[in-house]
């Protein structure tokens, strides 16, 4: 899936050939450092952004025999929150301040439902339990203003959870909120995916949390899939250079390190990406191949995939 | 290496900020964001200083250069009383505590070429000739990693990472002895904050500075700093070496930090999960202010505050469970 923006400037390529599968019951990573484009994937799963000036210029979102990216935007609508539903980053923004938490999720639930008023009460009320939420009752009754950033955000959760969805997006939910808090709503969401045996897309720029939650990971720069394969994979032997110095350069509280290696360089600009491989300006390992072929996503062991000359097309090591 | 000489000696510090609401203020209260703390900083030492969001790291930061007024307490840095400095002595002093803050972006003028900024508190110092001030700025520039060249250019030319270079390079313009720093990778990305800590940690080296360090972030206070200080509510809770408090943690709210963050390379341990948010700052908890949320509360907690001291030798904490 290719999502271009043409903008004044010139054509912001934010997703730049992304290629991946979900699963059922299946927790998959996105991750990725700011402007990679993690973000607009997942927005053009459910095709969320404004077009113009987006557009998904290729590719294909195939979700129960339907494509999303190319089918009538009516057909989009009804799987957006029904069948795939997203979870933002920021609940304060994403929340309406004028309206009670029990509003908004009773709206949501009638969105596509048909549920009588004391109906869908319940069911908020149960969805705000099933998210620890102590009080539910009260909390119904709550403005967003009334709420901690926690609260809030496990709010957003029920929100998304309100027509019993098989796919959860979310994108960074975890980012605003403080460490205490964070594991709150890591434990919920690991909760749901063992429950409800749903499967989510976890969107994030910390390994750490992957390592929580994830089974799979895909690793996402300059707009495409670098590296997929299961997060043990990942984390302990990572193929891609990236990927490598991605895991390196974390602080971590169980080791003591004197110095911390780094990445040289910035995150590419996606209006104006690198040609050959979009990471060979930074990379340890880059060889003149990289510098003009981009790499093709390629298969090296069973379900790891890398897309690095380092590998040829059968995905043997090279070099 | 570090000898014990403190640079810094904080005393009972406490910043209140008074609350009021509607169009003829009627007071609500008041927000005790720092209340009560006292610390050292050694010289050459980094003292990390963490908590979660509004427990007060920030101001504590600001109190002490007195960018925010403190209510009470005792500042004294290198044997001067910070708090009885006159307009004229305080800019001196703020020569020698520099502070770098979180966001780059809205602390760099976006009309200012990056190179002027930097000169900027130099002229402020007193060093006038142009000449002069290009030198310096150029060679603060080399310092952080950045072309001399840049300095003509504006803010929005840079990334984040070179960004808070500017602001690194913009705290050492007047050779100060302790940079307060606010969070100063927290708005990076994680290999682009890679880079920033370690040049933090070569100068540093280099000039031989003490750092007060403030970050949410354990992993990267583990990382830079020597000592750790841990904040909840406005008070701070426990402070140790930070081998010490890594390995061996006393107060149940570091504990439940420390199983919070859950770390690449950790195996499983089992996880503290703090019930609850923090309790509003205009209504604290009585006794321990951690009560509410503790995994360890007694009866004694809700009754009495516990005081701040030495459980084993360096290793300081306020809780009941070390009487």
Redesign the interface.
């Known amino acids: 899936m290719k999502t271009w923006f043409y903008t004044r400037r010139g054509i912001v390529k934010a997703v730049n050939g992304v290629d991946f599968d979900l699963r059922q019951g299946e927790c998959l990573c996105l991750v990725g ?2 402007g990679c484009g993690k973000s607009v994937t997942a927005l053009s799963l459910l095709r969320l952004f404004d077009s113009p000036p987006g557009k998904i210029v290729s590719g294909k979102v195939m979700f129960a025999g339907i494509d999303l990216a190319n089918c009538p935007v009516e057909q989009v609508r009804r799987v957006r929150g029904k069948e795939i539903a997203m979870v933002f980053q920021n609940a304060q923004s994403a929340l309406n301040p004028v309206f009670t938490i029990g509003d908004q999720i009773m709206e949501q639930i009638n969105a596509h439902g048909r549920y009588n008023r004391a109906d869908a009460r319940k069911k908020a009320r149960l969805l705000l339990e099933e998210m620890n939420i ?1 009080q539910a009752e009260n909390a119904l009754n709550m403005y967003p203003h009334q709420m ?4 809030k955000q496990r709010a957003m959760i029920a929100m998304g959870l309100s027509c019993d969805p098989s796919i959860l997006i979310a994108d960074e939910p975890t980012t605003a909120v ?7 709503i ?2 919920i969401l690991q909760e749901l995916k063992t429950r409800r045996n749903m499967s989510i897309i976890f969107i994030t ?5 992957v ?2 939650i994830g089974d799979r990971a895909a690793v996402i720069y300059g707009g495409r899939v670098v590296e997929i394969a299961p997060v043990e994979t990942i ?1 302990t032997d990572p193929a891609h250079p990236y990927t490598r ?3 390196a ?9 004197k ?6 360089g ?2 590419p600009n996606p209006i104006d990406l690198p040609e050959g491989c979009t990471f060979h300006p930074r990379c340890r390992d880059v060889m003149d191949v990289c510098r003009s072929t981009e790499p093709a996503l390629v298969n090296i062991a069973g379900v790891h995939k890398v897309a690095c000359h380092l590998y040829d097309n059968a995905g043997a090591f090279i070099a | 290496m570090i000898n014990k000489v403190p640079l810094l000696q904080i005393k009972n510090l406490k910043k209140y900020y008074r609350v009021t609401a509607g169009l003829i203020p009627r007071p609500l209260g008041e927000i005790k964001a720092v209340d009560g703390v006292s610390l050292d900083i050694i010289e050459g030492e980094v003292l990390g200083l963490v908590g ?2 509004g427990c007060g790291k920030s101001t504590l930061g600001k109190a002490i250069l007195r960018l925010e007024e403190p209510t009470g307490g005792q500042i004294s840095f290198q044997g001067t009383d910070v708090l009885s400095l006159n307009k004229r002595d305080l800019r001196t002093l703020r020569g020698k505590i520099q502070i770098v803050f979180q966001d780059p972006d809205s602390s760099l003028d976006p009309r200012m070429p990056v190179g002027d900024s930097i000169g900027e508190a130099l002229i402020v110092h007193g060093v006038s000739g142009a000449g002069e001030r290009g030198r310096r700025v150029a060679r603060l520039m080399e310092k952080v990693g950045l072309e001399a060249g840049f300095a003509e250019r504006y803010p929005h030319e840079f ?1 984040g ?2 960004r808070q270079r500017i602001g690194i390079a913009r705290a050492l313009a007047m050779d100060p002895r302790l940079i307060i720093a606010d969070e100063p990778v927290s708005a990076l ?7 920033v ?2 040049l933090m ?1 070569d100068i540093k080296d280099a000039d031989g500075l003490s750092y007060m360090f403030v970050s ?5 206070v ?2 830079i700093a020597d000592r750790v200080a841990v904040m909840y509510m406005g008070q701070i809770v426990e402070l140790a070496d930070k ?1 010490e408090l ?1 390995r061996d943690p006393l107060h149940p709210y570091t504990e ?11 195996g499983g341990g089992s ?1 503290i ?2 019930s ?3 309790p509003s700052p205009l209504k604290p908890p009585a006794g321990c202010r951690f009560h509410t949320r503790c995994h360890r509360v007694m009866e004694i907690c809700p009754v009495a505050e516990p005081a701040f001291r030495e459980v084993v030798p360096g290793h300081y904490a306020a809780c009941h469970l070390y009487p």
């Open positions: 450092e700011s102590p901690s950033g926690g609260m403080d460490v205490t808090i964070r594991a709150q890591m434990f720029h910390d390994l750490s949390l390592r929580e984390l110095g991605l895991i350069c974390l602080p971590d509280i169980s080791t003591n390190l110095r911390l290696p780094s990445i040289p910035n995150t | 979660e969001s990334s990472g070179q990305d994680v290999s682009v904050q890679a880079q800590l370690n940690m949410h972030d354990l992993a990267v583990k990382y081998e890594f439940a930090l420390l199983s919070a963050v859950a770390g690449l390379r950790r996880r999960l703090l609850g948010d923090m």
